[in-house]
């Protein structure tokens, strides 16, 4: 049997034992969060209303960046009926449709949908100016597919590092690449249903956009390419590092008076493109308190990211071609050499300049960038791409991954060996999701030992 399929099965035992919800239900997300998981068809595309009526979204629509609902030119089809076009709004409670005063606000009379997460006990209506009643429907937490994701177990060794270490490497390295392939399937799965919804070159776009924004700040990254999208920005091309930088809120931050003279220069160059725009998307600028800005190293900075990413643009053809076809190497050159005339010698907006030239992408981030947008497109495209894959080296830069290594591995010298892969880690990201965080017996009831010696 294949090892991607033994993986599946094994795993399939785990949801079995597993002693809480696949996905225990997070934290309640702010509303620019849900609204960006909605966009990116994270809750899926079919709901139900609260009169039971089957819902499918046709069409997730535009950011609105005028008064009125959130997104504008959105389709939905309700109960198979003809397909309806209109805005949809999101809430974080039902109430808020009245509380904000959309049922008096004429903006809203073209609503076709009134999406929240809570209800608040009392039962509310969705009504427009015109008194039409406008569908509504509740998200479920519970449906989000990264939900547990978070939930960092303590990094002690477990009950699987006696069966793992009594495993000849070749076995162990097979059972990695079956949950490195497992989860390469299940990435393409999740971009080709994105994609579905917003086309090829957006999602390519969103997905590099998230790699660059790593964990602390993919929210942000994720709103700035839903808001800007790459087939705008490539009509103004010229304006479109401004775009990017205004939309971000970086252009109104504090602090930046003070800024040095090379970067004076820079953000005039910035400003002069991006007045011209500042009002007609004042209401898309990012809240400052979205961006997580300590913590990271001052190479991956925001600010260097989003620089990175408007780099992206001006090559975005180079990007797209990659993107169809490029071996590995090409990808991972193309990349690491980008050049930029501020960003490649500036840590912030507001810092001076480094003493020499630093990359814009470096080697673990353009790994990144492989695994979760440029193999999932290649799998969707049905190439063959896994013996390339299976041989790219990575460094083991993930938490995530380095706890799990720390797991499974405790005390075994074959350890390096097993994550020096883009695939061992991948495998080992997937093996901690579906093992150790659906596990809450600390090892106990773990059905992954017991597999081990059946593999
Ligand atoms: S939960 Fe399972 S996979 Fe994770 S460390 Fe414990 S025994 Fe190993």
Request: glycine share 6%.
């Amino acid at each position: 049997m294949h090892s991607i399929n033994r993986y599946a099965e094994m795993r399939q035992e785990s949801a079995r034992v597993g002693e809480r919800p696949l996905f225990a239900l997070p934290k309640t997300p702010n509303e620019l969060e849900l609204q960006a998981r909605w966009f990116a068809s994270e809750f899926g595309r079919k709901f139900q209303t609260l009169t039971s009526d089957p819902v499918e979204i046709v069409q997730f629509g535009f950011w609105n960046h005028e008064a009125g609902p959130d997104f504008q030119d959105a389709a939905i089809r309700i109960a198979g009926g003809p397909v309806l076009q209109g805005a949809i709004e999101i809430d974080l409670l039902d109430r808020n449709w009245e509380l904000h005063g959309h049922a008096t606000n004429p903006a809203f009379d073209d609503a076709i949908l009134h999406i929240f997460l809570e209800r608040s006990g009392v039962e509310f209506f969705a009504r427009t100016s015109t008194h039409r009643n406008v569908p509504q429907v509740q998200l479920d937490l519970a449906s989000l597919r990264d939900a547990a994701i978070g939930m960092v177990p303590l990094a002690h060794a477990g009950r699987c590092v006696a069966p793992l270490r009594n495993l000849a490497a070749e076995r162990i390295t097979s059972i990695l690449e079956g949950a490195a392939k497992f989860r390469l399937r299940q990435k393409a799965n999740r971009l080709r249903q994105r994609i579905e919804a917003h086309g090829r070159e957006e999602v390519l776009f969103q997905a590099i956009a998230e790699a660059l924004g790593y964990k602390q700040n993919r929210l942000p990254f994720t709103l700035l390419t839903q808001r800007l999208p790459v087939t705008f920005l490539r009509k103004q091309q010229e304006d479109s590092e401004a775009l990017l930088f205004g939309v971000a809120g970086f252009l109104d931050a504090p602090g930046l008076d003070a800024a040095r003279k090379s970067t004076r220069t820079y953000l005039r160059l910035l400003w002069d493109r991006w007045w011209k725009y500042r009002e007609q998307f004042s209401r898309l600028v990012l809240p400052h308190k979205i961006w997580k800005m300590s913590g990271a190293r001052p190479l991956n900075h925001p600010h260097r990211r989003l620089g990175a990413l408007a780099t992206l643009v001006m090559e975005w053809k180079t990007v797209v071609s990659l993107a169809c076809g490029g071996e590995a190497a090409a990808v991972v050159s193309f990349l690491t050499n980008l050049q930029h005339d501020f960003w490649s010698h500036h840590y912030t907006l507001a810092a001076g300049s480094t003493s020499s030239s630093v990359a814009l992408i470096g080697e673990s981030r353009a790994a990144e960038i492989l695994a979760n947008v440029i193999y999932p497109l290649a799998v969707n495209d049905g190439r063959e791409i896994w013996n390339g894959y299976k041989k790219l080296r990575a460094q083991l830069s993930n938490r995530a991954a380095r706890i799990a290594a720390a797991r499974l591995f405790a005390g075994d010298s074959r350890q390096r060996d097993f994550v020096r892969t883009l695939a061992g880690q991948q495998g080992l990201l997937q093996i901690y999701e579906d093992f150790c965080l659906r596990d809450a017996s600390d090892c106990a009831s773990c059905p992954l030992p017991e597999q081990l010696r059946r593999w």
